[in-house]
């Protein structure tokens, strides 16, 4: 019926319906995975929504150490205590939400075309997400990185749009499960009002290995003559393709 929030207001207010409309002025839907907050700022694209729209207010000051653990690209334990699943997102909510963690606003693309613009607050996944991503930069290749970023966007936006039966979904979750194998470790994490930094991390398969060479620092594991013919190898496409094409 092409029915505005305006209009339903106004609606339940001519039929006797009495209540404090200020506190409707939102679409608040609160999830294990997050809080969206929807209305007024967010129908256009120059304005976000204000701190009061937030469920979850700052309640801390000064900063606080946080530790999750992973193992298989799960997290294993928050601050030393076993705990996975469900349990662990809701403890790391509790402690991300009172240092007001979490908050942006999400501007996606719809099935039927248009894109829409929503606020929300999700201090764990946010702590999670931004935690394992750091655990894999030190513990998967180039490579892997490099493919589970492009198979994890198809992946994210085929379960957005209704696609999950699709057979290369199951094909994706194996070199997604595939790829976790050693995203196992410890991550450290400072918090703070409204943000987070991490620390850094500690893993047994971390790739950062000082035994081959330091970055920026010293090396051991070429010497300068390997260097020359390295140079030599990796130039050598780019030595064919502007011979051929001299013109350019």
């Known amino acids: 019926m092409k029915l505005t929030r305006e209009y339903e207001i106004n609606y339940l207010k001519e039929n006797g319906y009495e209540a404090d409309f200020t506190k409707l002025e939102y679409s608040i839907n609160k999830g294990v995975w997050g809080t969206s907050v929807g209305g007024k700022e967010t129908l256009c694209s120059a304005t976000n929504l204000p701190d009061t729209a937030y469920p979850s207010q700052l309640q801390k000051e000064g900063t606080e150490s946080l530790e999750i653990e992973f193992r298989n690209g799960e997290v294993v334990g928050v601050n030393g205590e076993a705990v996975c699943g469900v349990a662990a997102i809701n403890k790391l909510e509790a402690i991300g939400s009172a240092w007001a963690i979490g908050r942006?606003?999400?501007v996606g693309d719809t099935i039927v075309g248009i894109k829409g613009r929503v606020g929300f607050e999700a201090a764990a996944p946010m702590l999670i997400?931004?935690?394992?991503?750091l655990l894999e930069k030190h513990t998967l290749t180039k490579w892997q990185q490099y493919w589970k970023d492009q198979l994890g966007t198809w992946y994210g936006?085929?379960?957005?749009?209704?696609?999950?039966?699709?057979?290369?979904?199951r094909d994706i979750e194996k070199f997604l499960e595939n790829s976790q194998r050693n995203v196992s470790g410890k991550?450290?994490?400072?918090?703070?009002?409204?943000?987070?930094t991490l620390v850094g991390i500690e893993s047994e398969h971390d790739l950062m290995n000082a035994k081959f060479a330091e970055y920026g620092e010293m090396n051991n594991a070429w010497t300068a003559d390997d260097v020359k013919g390295f140079t030599k190898i990796t130039s050598m496409p780019l030595k064919i393709y502007h011979a051929v094409n001299d013109e350019e």
């Open 104 to 106: 942006d606003t999400h």
């Open 129 to 133: 997400i931004k935690a394992h991503e």
């Open 157 to 169: 936006m085929f379960m957005h749009e209704a696609m999950y039966s699709e057979p290369v979904m």
């Open 187 to 196: 991550v450290f994490i400072t918090l703070r009002p409204y943000t987070f």
